[in-house]
């Protein structure tokens, strides 16, 4: 059993000796760093940036040296205190997330099996540190394969018409279930700005090399335009549709040989693995958005 | 020494027996296969079409059987003579090139060396059946490499008001020196619709994973996006500029750490090979163009 | 619904008018070839072979010409006569599939559901035209998933000692239900010469890129040995292991982060990919096997 | 330009607080960090061990903060003395590198000019930070190449009896050129273990993918196995031939259609890409080796 760890992303103005101050802030505290990484924007500007994971060892915080730096208690709300003090200071936002409290996603999907089906599996096998909390579609196709791995599956049917309604019971739903990340696994629907701007944040995976081929049927589009090369892309999603922020993307090899179902077949392929990449990347606490771009570190 | 070869390429109505037809044809003359390929379009529609390639060792030719077939001579004329007569029959457009004639091609380029050295070494090297016939830019700084290889270089300077002149000597030095294909190897100019009417088929590199990243400064692009592979496309150059048929693509990983001068060295790997990789699948006459789209037998 | 069709699969001395001849018998009968490809060894020997793949339209077969040039019938039997007559005299070994009679496949597996989950959900999706008949496993653990998709489950433990029995159980089951296909999907289980002299084609997945890690815990090799790509060999079985000839392979790309259980990981999504692509290929009656090599027409 | 940097790349037991440490040690300098990376090896074990790579801006040292803690001077050897401290402290080893201190690299050649001319124009492209101090080979052929780029280039014939004596040659050309770095691009001849002891260290390309296909001929042997993906490893020379650790390693498709030769066309397409890469990696002082593996930061 792995001893529980906490995982501090942070995203600062660049400046000297950034490194030194968080991973000195827990050095004093006489916790171990499990693992860390950083990354500086490269890019000439004003604003140049700075961005950092630092994942820690909690055991350290049982003892007497944190107790000694942090005063009264060594309880999680009183490090993360102490830490956002800092974040203050340097100029820094910041997120913390530990290995022991489990995010519940959402997985919204709509009469195509593929992707939930490979979600569900790999977090059952451990790959994707996450609760799956419900199923929603739009259809009760796959409510039967919800059940059969006893997942809670909610149809909520739209329409033009009923669409607002539909999102509210939606953002209802997901309160609830205290969800953290929606994951659209071939969820057939646009979501309003509303929708997005009140909810958690949502991963859509993309069936076509955005931001190539936008919009519907790329895999009609690709074989149209006789490209070689098939893939998909996961991102946020943003007000503005196939344009939020990539989180990952991958190819596949194709040839005029093939139609354009055969083109679906082999992308369905790609858009499992490109998806799961993704949500693990999220999940593990690994991705900044920063404007239009992502860093993973 | 590889005995002398016919490339026979062609496109049809599809339609029962075209491949028992073309293939009957060479062995009633006695004349050896070497390779063939075909395709039938798979998309349902009113023009389903048919692709072939075959490769003949011309050696069959020379014998009694030939000569009985075809009449008074064995000679190239005769036999793409009595081939035409079939395909005229079966509706078929066609043509034939010979291993032991080679094809006469231009490279025209900028200021960048790296297309220009990878296409020559390649060459040299057997992997391209082609003669360089000449080089051609608008600006002298290549001209040492080419010289250093023994290459006619023609320095053919264009802005706006010259662009057509200028056109109009780079379509004579082709005629000039028999050309039957333009390579842009990384050649920094539009060319216009004129002569694109006039000269040879061209090959041109995008810098982009067409569709995608259409227009100037792709790699810059891609980093604003964030996008997490790079691209490179070979396709033919059509007077919509990066809308022409697609020859071949490929990617490479990248990321977040990358800015945009290293994704374009990164790119640059991709570019080279998979220009290469297109001219050579032209030379060896394996392309046919349909529509928007090739066929790559 | 498509229509039926019928897949010859032969591999014949080379000679001139091989393709000519074939795909002639098929014209001469009025019926139509949907696909067809070839391919001539291309290395100089005494021995070059001739392997083709030919994909007809059955419904020629109903029309007076067909019945005109085989005779007394036109049933798939005279078919088959007929072609045999033509591929005895050219010296050919042949087989025949039809769209409409899938083939009834085995899954062996031992405790890891992934690779059981893949293949059930790609037949499910129509991307295996199959009938998987059973499932089979030394182990219970994977029967509520079999069940979950109401196929039979078998559990044949085995050990040292009982090996020659269960491999004679598991001979019969095949034969009991007409099983024309065995798949290893992670069957951790050596079969005998003995089993694979009469039964069925076997393919199995191989967790590494042979010929590089051959035996158990491939990924440990490969995190040992600082492998900066993980990769995953689908092959026939044969009695000398991991030598079988070579069906798919692939790879992933990993870094010096990854520990072993990481490179597990990402191989498994190598592996399933792999595995299916090997499995289809075999059941679209693509594969010709060649001493050691295969040829994927 | 860029103003001068220098890396430090080390690697010590692993134990808390480290990164705090290390990188302490140039905040309290003043000394910007323009790049940093580290690892922690994630196999259980009595010696886990600790990697990192620290980029600095060396302006900071010109700057009073790093004088008053220096002591008596700023220079690159005071720096070296005060950080070889702390190093030994932790029980470090450790190096450095000058972004305004190329490295020499020789670069030995047999006969194949294809990664000769590909690493010399990487250079004269910017994408390698070295100088080619010299070309060395068996054989005359490539004289003119490294001519014509104005290389210094000396022939050491080599026979197995004058293999002692050519070596030692070789050693004092390294020498007498200050080369830290040797290149064997497609050099046909194996080292010895007393040259490999004395020598630089050196960088080989494996036309295989090691483990895969050692020893000569990897291409007709991946040929003769029916293999699907070519590829190739670039290693760091040790006595044991090809089991070096390995830098660096990529693939490409091929299929039954290509013969050996094509295969090796391919395959030296790879070979290139995969070698620069790898010389790239390390000039760039981010490789770290550790056993039989290499820690590529």
Redesign the interface.
């Known amino acids: 059993m792995q001893r529980p760890q906490a995982s501090f992303l942070l995203s600062a103005p660049d400046q ?6 968080f ?2 802030f ?3 505290l ?11 924007s ?2 000439e500007s004003d604003a140049k940036r700075f961005y950092m994971r630092i994942v820690i060892d909690l055991e ?1 915080l049982a003892k007497p040296r944190a107790l000694a730096v942090l005063g009264e208690s060594t309880s999680r709300r009183t490090l993360e205190q102490a830490f956002g003090k800092l974040a203050t200071e340097l100029g820094a936002t910041w997120s913390v997330g530990y290995s022991d409290v489990q995010e519940k996603i959402a997985l919204l999907v709509t009469k195509e ?2 992707c939930l ?1 490979d979600l569900v ?1 790999r977090q059952k ?1 451990g ?1 994707l540190p996450c609760e799956i909390a419900l199923v929603v579609s739009n259809h009760p196709t796959l409510e039967p394969v919800a059940e ?1 791995f006893r997942l809670p599956f909610y149809t909520l049917p739209v329409n033009a018409e009923t669409k607002r309604a539909q999102e509210t019971q939606l953002l209802a739903l997901l309160k609830k279930h205290h969800v953290t990340l929606v994951v659209l696994a071939r969820y057939m629907q646009v979501l309003s700005d509303t929708f997005l701007a009140e909810a958690p944040p949502v991963i859509n995976i993309h069936h076509g ?5 936008q919009g519907a049927k790329p895999y009609h589009q690709a ?7 098939i ?1 998909a892309t996961a991102h946020y999603a943003t007000k503005d549709l196939d344009e939020g ?2 989180l ?4 596949a ?1 194709v ?6 179902e055969e083109l679906v ?1 082999v992308g369905r ?1 790609v858009e499992r ?1 490109v998806l ?1 990449r993704a949500v693990r990347a999220h999940l593990e606490r690994r991705v900044i958005v920063e404007g ?5 570190l």
């Open positions: 000297p000796g950034l490194v030194a101050r991973a000195g827990f050095f004093d006489g916790v171990n760093i499990v693992d860390s990484s950083n990354h500086a490269k890019v350290g099996s593929s089906y599996l096998q790959e059969g090399f955005l931001p190539a081929f074989f149209e335009r006789g490209v070689k090369l893939g922020p990539i990952e993307q991958d190819v090899r040839h005029h040989g093939m139609g354009p077949r392929d693995v799961a239009r771009r992502t860093i993973v």
